[in-house]
């Protein structure tokens, strides 16, 4: 949170995992959205977990949630998602769904 709340503006995207030590990746979503209304900035955050029960539905304001593990073409297809959720123009290579390759 200290690294992202002395410079807003040079983070669009935020990747945390849902177990991140001191406290819980949902508590420090919270606490992202609550600086992000702060500092007037639009953060595309997208949770990881290797724990199926965790959703988008249970993770409340992420954007999108990653399941661990995970390759790169499923990372940047959640990042395009989680962009497109928060009204943003995805500024990643477009992601062709039905080919193996991934720019």
């Known amino acids: 949170l200290q690294t992202v709340d002395e410079n807003p503006t040079r983070y ?3 990747l945390t995992d849902f177990h991140i030590g001191e406290m819980r990746g949902d508590d420090f979503v919270k606490e992202l959205r609550s600086l992000e209304q702060l500092w007037g900035n639009n953060l595309v955050i997208i949770g990881m977990t290797g724990d199926d029960n965790i959703t988008l539905a249970t993770w409340n304001e992420v954007d999108a949630v ?3 593990p995970f390759n790169r073409k499923s990372l940047l297809c959640t ?3 989680g962009t497109l959720a928060r009204g943003l123009e995805c500024k990643i290579p477009r992601i062709d769904a039905s080919s193996e390759h991934v720019p």
Do not use: D, G
């Open 79 to 81: 990042i395009e998602r």
């Open 12 to 14: 669009s995207l935020v």
């Open 66 to 68: 990653l399941h661990k």
